[in-house]
């Protein structure tokens, strides 16, 4: 899981890591205000999206007045924004970081992230920062060093100072870059983070060392322990989460019937009946055979975080480890707990068929069973109609 720059900002702050004066805003008037409390007389503008090379794309705007601050805002807020790391449709910005512009001297690059080949962190240092770091990393590999660290260890004072003075810095900006390393290598760890990049890390022309721009994701495998992390997710994109956290396979289509099946097989043909009776599913969403109760109500709600889906169609055939009765425990506890009453078709077959009928039924819920897949598929065809 990506989070924004204001977010691993904030959380890097904690682990003393130095930042220009900012805040986040979700509206121009807001980008103003903030502007204003931070005081000063030049003002970056960084459209907060969740992929980098921000810069190059017109996301990041450096402006010299509190009326520009709030006009470029203006221009930012609610437009996609294509980077090279965006794909080609682009991240609608919902929200901008207003940070005090600093004099900028040197550029560097600091990044840990985990090396694949030896499963440990790899702090990864260049004197060449900024926006052409990937053509750097590209054209002249050498001039970016890494260090693997030793995970019973962690990183040591003295290891940090050795890559610090190979960046070319000295007293107090040594210090600073010092502590900036220690203090990166500790959030990534008690994060669980699987990248932490501070890039650029500037030296100012007034000889301060801040981290002017981060970059943190943390790995889906441990956001369990990481609650609060976790609610960092963009509220836009509740679907997103919920998948990584389940590692649901879904698939989201153009029609408006949420599909809720088990196996992948059963679910192409659930489509293609679906299509055949004159319909068009919004979504499928593949329901593991371990699934818990918990994991099924998670999984009907994310077929409903889909607004266009008015109708739900779920097939289960029970077997294996897989039974009707535990799929609608789960169903009947989304069911209850949610907001939006959309009619529901239940085709249930095999292991424990009727009581999971009855287990809904038992729990409250509405709905319209099925015997069998065509009979469900023009019911809930029927349904989206209306
Ligand atoms: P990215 O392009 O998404 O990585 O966004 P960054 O936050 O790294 O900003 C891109 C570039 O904008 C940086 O490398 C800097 O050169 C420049 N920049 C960002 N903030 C400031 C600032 O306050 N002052 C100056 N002079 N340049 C800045
Ligand atoms: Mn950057």
Redesign the pocket.
């Known amino acids: 899981m990506n989070i924004h720059e204001y977010q691993a900002k904030q959380l890097l702050a904690k682990y003393g890591v130095p930042l ?1 004066r900012g805040g986040v805003a979700f509206t121009p008037e807001e980008a103003e205000k903030v502007a204003g409390d931070i005081g000063g007389s030049g003002w ?1 503008v ?1 459209a907060q999206i969740l992929a ?5 794309a017109g ?2 705007k ?1 402006v010299a007045s509190i009326p520009d601050v709030r006009e470029t805002a203006a221009g930012m807020l609610g437009v996609s924004l294509t980077t090279p790391q965006t794909g080609a449709g682009g991240e609608r910005v919902t929200r901008v970081y207003v ?1 005090e ?4 001297d040197r ?1 560097l690059y600091l990044g840990m992230a985990v090396d694949r080949v030896t499963s440990r962190v790899t702090l990864m240092s260049s004197a060449q920062g ?2 052409d770091i990937e053509a750097v990393a590209a054209g002249r590999p050498q001039s970016i060093r890494k260090l693997a660290i030793d995970p019973d260890e962690g990183l040591l004072s003295a290891q940090a100072r050795a890559e610090v003075e190979a960046l070319g810095l000295d007293g107090a900006q040594a210090d600073a870059a010092e502590r900036i390393m220690i203090g990166m290598y500790a959030a990534f760890i008690d994060t669980d983070a699987s990248l932490v990049e501070v ?2 890390l500037v030296v100012t022309r007034a000889g301060d060392v801040l981290a ?2 981060a970059k943190m994701s943390i790995d889906d495998n441990a956001l369990f322990r990481h609650k609060e992390i976790e609610d960092l997710r963009d509220a836009e994109k509740p679907g997103k989460l919920e998948r990584a956290r389940h590692g649901f396979n879904y698939l989201k289509l153009s029609g408006n019937i949420g599909c809720l099946v088990n196996g992948a097989a059963l679910a192409m043909a659930t489509m293609d009946i679906i299509k055949q009776c004159g319909g068009e599913p919004a979504n499928f969403l593949d329901v593991p055979p371990v699934a818990s109760r918990e994991e099924v109500a998670a999984a009907f709600r994310l077929v409903l975080s889909d607004t266009d889906v008015d109708v739900v169609l779920v097939n289960v055939i029970g077997g294996g480890i897989t039974r009707c009765d535990a799929v609608a425990e789960g169903l009947g506890a989304a069911y209850q707990a949610l907001g939006r009453n959309v009619p529901l078709v239940v085709r249930f077959e095999g292991t424990n068929r009727d009581l999971g009928k009855k287990t809904l039924r038992d729990m409250g819920v509405q709905f319209t069973p099925a015997d069998n897949l065509r009979e469900a598929a023009e019911k809930a065809v029927a349904a989206a109609r209306r």
């Open positions: 220009a970056a960084k980098g090379d921000r810069g190059r996301g990041v450096l940070e512009a600093c004099d900028i550029e900024g926006t890039n650029p002017l721009d």
